[in-house]
């Protein structure tokens, strides 16, 4: 597995525009400029990954997707296996035009991450963009065999749901 090693892995997001109102003596305009994210660094102890899984997926009408987090299922973009045991970070990216997404639930070996519970899950509608991150501490663990699955299943009955899935973590 190729790790991730002598560089910074940054996630943000950004808020930028401008917000008018008339206002009883004229126009009051604010300007937005936010950015909100959360930076890691190489090595696996608070506020670091060492393992990257990004892939892009396509989901048939109705079909579903299990992914083995810890296993080899999972290839880094280096085609090489990649073995989450913590994921600090996590973007789920539903494309427009298409199906939605509900994350987690899968039938056996459920990895709760950020839900607390294996049964629970997240729908991203098409267009929609789910982040989280937990860089304190360990992160969300990943156990072989009996907590290392999610699932990704496609809401619509009639159309594919297309989208990008990134996860960030340590191998140990």
Known sequence: ?????GTNVNLQVAMTG???A???????EEILNTSLGEAFTA?????????AYAQSFSLAASASETL????GGLTDPFGEAVNFLHVKALILKVNAGGGGVIFGNPASAGAPLFFGAVTQTVEVDPGEVFAITKGSGAGWPITASTAMNVKLLNTSASLAASGTLILLGTSV
Not at 43 to 51: A, E, I, R, S, Y
Not at 68 to 71: P, V
């Open 1 to 5: 597995m190729a790790l991730i090693t």
């Open 43 to 51: 090595g696996t102890g608070t506020g670091q990954v060492d393992t």
């Open 68 to 71: 083995g987090l810890n296993g």
């Open 18 to 20: 401008l917000i008018a």
């Open 22 to 28: 008339a206002g009883p003596i004229g126009n009051v």
